[in-house]
């Protein structure tokens, strides 16, 4: 029963071939047998994960069930989990027992789905890797030495290693997309105030938001129908209709007009990516779609635009992380002042450190304009880029990541070097774009993402856009080997 | 744009981050290149341009003057390091 999509566990727990708690039984076991190879999950949730199985049974057995009744997920440890450990892959957060649920996983519940627990990342969602979690880094099960990705890496990886039939993650660079991208899934960062941030640990709020992470297309839509809608507790989150999101994944895509940014096709990127990526936008040209160059000529300022915005807004939103209310407190502090900075200086890790020294500089007196706001205006410029060419095309398509998942410690000693890995990704959140990455190839043994980027709210078309390339072609089911 | 040793430590100071001394050269290093690569900004022209503080440009939304929120005082601070009587403690403030 395992290796099953979602879509497919679904349909084998409505015909009776196994039960939620078989189901969570297995995936537990395997997490117990294997997760030592990939460390992708920080915490288990076994308990939980059995009373909801069992819950999900007798709903089943009473005629209640829906489709995602007793349906296994794993989530992001960045979401809010009531009585679990909700660390955020940060040691100041490794004693903090969520006091109550993110909005998104009490959606998961009340569908009935089941934890099976909390994925690594990144600490507080700060990386490209899964290289600055305190609990160590997660494996890419495509090759172990190399990284899943980030932040969402453990999401990643305890799919990919089968050990999970989805997860959440949460984007505010691509940290969906790019571990999606690494270790060959179906990634979905949607527009911003689609998903609700309640209860998701802050890190850029102008930025953050939450998404599916699956193996297919189709999977992705089941989950984000879960997931969308307003939220009265997030003040951001969009009021707007949700739309059934696996309505209309089968619409033919005879017509549909696709953009390649030339941008996107530089001189960093890897030439087989490249190659790959045209060949799937061949593929859908086969489908019917008719496909233009365009440009996105300030793509490549999302880079410093985006390490303005995002650790100003992270400088202010850790500034609560100072051992009052909740989480760590450093030993015998002498004053307050060296409580919270003893508390904050061995509480956050070296990246989150650096990232918030970045924007407590950008927003100390004097510099607000020529950082802060300059970035601001820069996210404008990116923003107009996009609306022109989205008024022209009704996707657009390039790659997920310049090069496929590199090596663990390959680009630890150089932040700048990390940071350039999201060129392709950071400009949908700095316009609050919704994006996909879905895997269109491989590179060395390494799976490929291919990009597909679509208007403000454009969610339905995307995963339509991604459902039919699926159906066309099988690059989305394959395993690494032995999996 | 290069930061130095004092640089670094009032950053750290004004982010309530207490930096290992030893550390201060390479935070000095590392966020002297992030600076570097954010300056990239400033060869562009913005003077006509609306800075995007929400990328839909939305208002907060207003709701009805009610209270929608029980008090949860006990249940909340469990999660504190140090309580008594309600009360989050800390040490002393004033002398």
């Known amino acids: 029963m395992l290796n099953k999509t979602l879509a497919g566990l679904a349909k084998g727990l409505q015909q009776g071939e196994f039960s939620s708690v078989e189901l969570a039984q297995a995936y537990l076991q395997r997490i117990k047998n294997e997760d030592s190879k990939y460390n992708s999950f920080i915490t288990v949730t076994e308990e939980l994960a059995l009373q909801q199985a069992a819950a999900a049974d007798a709903s089943r057995a009473a005629g209640n069930a829906s489709i995602m009744t007793g349906l296994p997920i794993a989530h992001k440890d960045i979401f809010c989990t009531q009585g679990v450990r909700t660390s955020a892959g940060s040691k100041m957060l490794d004693n903090f027992i969520s006091p109550y649920d993110a909005t998104v996983i009490r959606k998961f519940n009340a569908a009935g789905s089941v934890t099976l627990g909390k994925t690594n990342m990144d600490e507080f969602a700060m990386g490209s890797s899964n290289e600055s979690s305190f609990y160590g880094p997660s494996r890419n099960p495509w090759n172990t030495q190399h990284v899943p990705g980030g932040s969402s890496g453990g999401s990643a990886a305890a799919i990919a290693a089968g050990l999970a039939p989805a997860a959440t993650g949460t984007d505010t660079g691509g940290s969906i997309r790019q571990p999606a991208a690494f270790c060959n899934l179906t990634g979905l960062k949607p527009t911003y105030g689609r998903v609700s941030r309640y209860g998701m640990i802050a890190y850029a709020s102008s930025l953050d938001q939450g998404g599916p992470m699956a193996q297919t297309a189709e999977d992705a839509a089941m989950m984000l129908n879960v997931m969308a809608g307003m939220d009265p507790l997030d003040s951001t989150s969009v009021e707007r209709a949700v739309p059934d999101y696996t309505a209309n994944l089968d619409a033919p895509l005879a017509g549909l007009k696709i953009g390649l940014p030339k941008e996107f096709f530089s001189a960093s990127l890897n030439p087989e990516i490249a190659a790959l990526v045209r060949a799937a936008v061949t593929e859908y040209e086969a489908l019917g779609a008719t496909v233009k160059e365009v440009s996105l000529p300030n793509t490549a300022l999302s880079v410093p635009a985006y390490y303005i915005v995002a650790p100003a807004e992270a400088s202010s939103n850790l500034s609560r992380f100072d051992g009052v209310r909740y989480g760590y407190r450093c030993e015998d502090p002498t004053d307050l002042e060296d409580m919270y900075k003893r508390t904050r200086g061995e509480g956050f890790g070296t990246e989150v450190k650096r990232r918030i020294m970045v924007g407590t500089y950008a927003l100390s007196e004097g510099f607000y304009d020529a950082y802060y706001k300059k970035a601001q205006q820069i996210r404008r410029l990116i923003q107009q880029d996009f609306v022109r060419v989205l008024s022209e095309v009704d996707v657009i398509m390039g790659p997920t990541t310049p090069t496929p998942a590199f090596k663990l410690g390959e680009k630890t000693s150089d932040p700048v070097e990390m940071y350039m890995e999201d060129i392709f990704t950071l400009s949908l959140n700095l316009a609050g774009l919704p994006g996909m990455s879905i895997p269109c190839g491989m590179s060395n043994g390494l799976p490929v993402g291919l990009q597909i980027i679509g208007n403000y709210f454009a969610e339905e078309k995307l995963l339509n856009v991604a459902h039919k390339f699926q159906q066309a072609t099988d690059w989305h089911t394959l395993k690494p080997a032995g999996l | ?95």
């Open chain 2, 1 to 95: 744009m290069a930061l130095n040793r004092t640089d670094v430590e009032k950053i750290a100071h004004l982010a309530r981050l207490q930096i290992d001394e030893n550390d201060v050269p390479e935070y000095a290093k590392n966020l002297s290149n992030i600076l570097d690569l954010i300056s990239q900004m400033q060869d562009i022209d913005t003077s006509d341009v609306e800075p995007l503080a929400h990328p839909l440009d939305a208002v907060q939304r207003l709701r009805a003057d009610i209270i929608t929120e029980q008090n949860q005082r006990e249940h909340l601070q469990q999660a504190a390091p140090a309580v008594e009587n309600g009360l989050f403690l800390v040490p002393k403030v004033i002398e």
